[in-house]
Each structure stands twice: as C-alpha cells, then as structure tokens.
T-cell receptor
C-alpha cells in the first residue's frame, strides 16, 4: 500500500539556520504530494503541494521539489524563525482518495 | 465561510460511554473525511463520504464506530462503548473536485480531542 516515511524528530535549530526535513514515499500510480504544518494547539494547515514530477511547491519561504526518480519530497527553508516551530507532516494522495501521512517531524527553533 | 468546523473541541468521557462528534465542512465541498491522530503520530484515515454516500471505511473503524452524513452536508462520528484506546484527536477534512486546482486539496478542521478515562 501507499506509505510516507519522514525523518524522526525533533529537529532543533537556531534561528536563521537552514532546514531540511526528509520525506520519501511509496505509491501506486502518480500521487500528489503535500506538506502540512501543525502549530501548537491548532489544526493541520496545508503548507505547500506538488502534483507531478519536478514540480516545486513553495510557500512562506519553504520549498519542496517532487523527485520521482528518488521518490522524495524533502522540505527546505533557507532561514528558519522561532515562529516556524511546529510539527510538519508529509502526505500523499492518489486521485480523489484519502491522504496518507507520515509520522510527522517536530521542529524546534531557538532564538 | 470560515472553514471546516468541529464540535466539541474537547470531550472527556468514561470508559463504556457513547460519544458523538460533529463536523461542518466548507459549504461547497462534497467530500468529507474523518481521520484519527494519536499522540506523536500522523493522522490515519477512518472514512470518507462523497455527498451522503460513505465510499470507504478503514479497518481501523471497528463496529463500535459509525459515521453518517445524512444530507450531504454536516457529518457525525459516533463511538459506542468507548475504550481507553479510543483516546485521540479526531480530525475532519473536506474537499471538492476542484479544490486545490482539481487535486483534491483537503482542508482540515481544528479537531475534537477525546479523552477516555
């Protein structure tokens, strides 16, 4: 079945550091890929998405590129802020079906 | 439209009691999903509806769980004879054929946190 694997956290960084959170997937067909973010005490918010190979999703300084050859969708940000502290979830869906999520990666950014 | 709403936000119950949660999707969305999220894990799919039809149920959804969407608008998720293992965040999401440019972008509610004592 479809699955998503994320790097385990927490990821602890100082403000202005470079962020990478790894995500790889296994899927039948051609999935759409997503990063969702969950801030403390809040619901899931879509951060960015990509629908086909080599697409780059971007939002709020975060980027991720759909790499079909490596089945990856790594999340990156050039300079993190304290306000980016949250849990980040990689997810996929194929067609109009359910989302399959990774286990989440907690990011902690200190001043 | 203020997005997907869920009620209640928190529910504490004793083992063996029944509980019911409500989800109101974004008004123009015809698809509605339920997920369960336990501590430290990603959301896991439970079931989804297209309009009032329940199209798929996860094997996680035991016979103590039932979901309805009677008029294709709001949905309810009921858990009968709750167990401590049912303690989790229950998330609702909605989407439409055109949300996210036709890729079934799902919009999530804030969730209902269930604690079974």
């Amino acid at each position: 079945g479809d699955s998503v694997t994320q790097m385990e956290g927490p990821v602890t960084l100082s403000e202005e550091a470079f962020l990478t959170i790894n995500c790889t997937y296994t899927a039948t067909g051609y999935p759409s890929l997503f990063w969702y973010v969950q801030y403390p005490g809040e619901g899931l918010q879509l951060l960015l998405k990509a629908t086909k190979a080599d697409d780059k999703g971007s939002n709020k300084g975060f980027e991720a590129t759909y790499r079909k050859e490596t089945t990856s969708f790594h999340l990156e940000k050039g300079s993190v802020q304290v306000s980016d502290s949250a849990v980040y979830f990689c997810a996929l869906n194929t067609g109009f079906q359910k989302l399959v999520f990774g286990t989440g990666t907690r990011l902690l950014v200190s001043p | 439209d203020t997005g997907v709403s869920q009620d209640p936000r928190h529910k504490i119950t004793k083992r063996g009691q029944n509980v019911t949660f409500r989800c109101d999707p974004i008004s123009e969305h015809n698809r509605l999903y339920w997920y369960r999220q336990t501590l430290g894990q990603g959301p896991e799919f439970l079931t989804y509806f297209q309009n009032e039809a329940q199209l798929e149920k996860s094997r996680l959804l035991s016979d103590r769980f039932s979901a309805e969407r009677p008029k294709g608008s709001f949905s309810t998720l009921e858990i009968q004879r709750t167990e401590q293992g049912d303690s989790a965040m229950y998330l609702c999401a909605s989407s439409s054929l055109t949300s996210g440019g036709g890729i079934n972008e799902q919009f999530f509610g804030p969730g209902t946190r269930l604690t079974v004592l």
